[in-house]
């Protein structure tokens, strides 16, 4: 079996992402607003400020979920490489990657570091559009190379024999 090669792409467009968090964001207040006006009488403090603090929350959610900086990820054979987009091939984080949700043009992929910090990236295929098909082969199918040299033909394993 052969490994999947190496892949490095910056992430930079992030439109959709920002898009689906807005709207998401909106309706969430939208519904609070609608119950306000839907009901009869005033509402108490007791109702109002529980109210009033999950407006709050899902205002500051939508806000820092809003926030995606430009990023570089990479397979270099054996492990995934996660980094600011101004320094590809030299990614400080590794760790692995999978894909949480994936609809077509858009993905939502989950990257644990070696330390166990998770970090969430949206990935859409607009701007990525030259990239695309290698950048879903490789999140599919990036398997360790195994042997002595990493990214040439390495021995088929017991699993694929099967």
């Not at 439109?15 to 005033?42: I, K, N, P, Q």
């Amino acid at each position: 079996m052969r490994a999947s090669p190496a892949f490095q792409v910056s992430i930079v467009r992030f439109g959709v992402w920002r898009a689906a968090v807005a709207a998401s964001t909106l309706l969430a207040l939208s519904s609070l607003a609608a119950w306000w006006l839907a009901v009869d009488e005033v509402p108490t403090t007791m109702v109002a400020l529980p109210l009033a603090l999950v407006s709050l929350a899902a205002i500051g959610v939508g806000a820092s979920l809003l926030r995606c900086t430009p990023t570089s990820l990479r397979w270099d054979t054996q492990r995934w490489h996660f980094g600011p987009a101004g320094a590809p091939g030299e990614e400080p984080t590794s760790g692995n990657l999978a894909i949480a949700l994936d609809l077509g043009a858009w993905m939502l992929l989950k990257f644990e570091s070696d330390q166990r910090r998770t970090t969430w990236l949206p990935v859409q295929r607009r701007g990525l559009e030259a990239h695309w098909h290698a950048l879903r082969c490789a999140v599919y199918c990036a398997r360790p190379a195994s042997g002595p040299v990493a990214g040439q033909n390495s021995a088929i394993s017991t699993e694929s024999q099967e």
